[in-house]
């Protein structure tokens, strides 16, 4: 063993998939076990609110939408209770390939 090396183990990141058909094609959305999302509207501006695992959450649901071959119109609806928190306004990421 070296000396003045410590190893830790590596933690897989926990998740929740969730699997939705647009059109026939199959998507995978992932939720990260601890990610936190609050959707407020100011009125003038809305504010998305995530802690780090919220981030990457939506970062990756944003990033299935825009794989090649999902099709036009294909969303996800977040809302309260439902991938987001407590008191949020609804949410959803759409795909729009129209200029």
Known sequence: MMSGMTFEPSVPI???HVRALTDGVAQVFTWE???RIEVRNLG???VIEANAAGLRTLAGHLLVLAKDGVPD???LHLEDSNGLE???V???LERSDAE
């Open 14 to 16: 926990e998740s929740t």
């Open 33 to 35: 076990e601890d990610a």
């Open 44 to 46: 003038s501006e809305i």
């Open 73 to 75: 119109g294909s969303h």
């Open 86 to 88: 407590d008191g949020s």
């Open 90 to 92: 609804g949410l959803v």
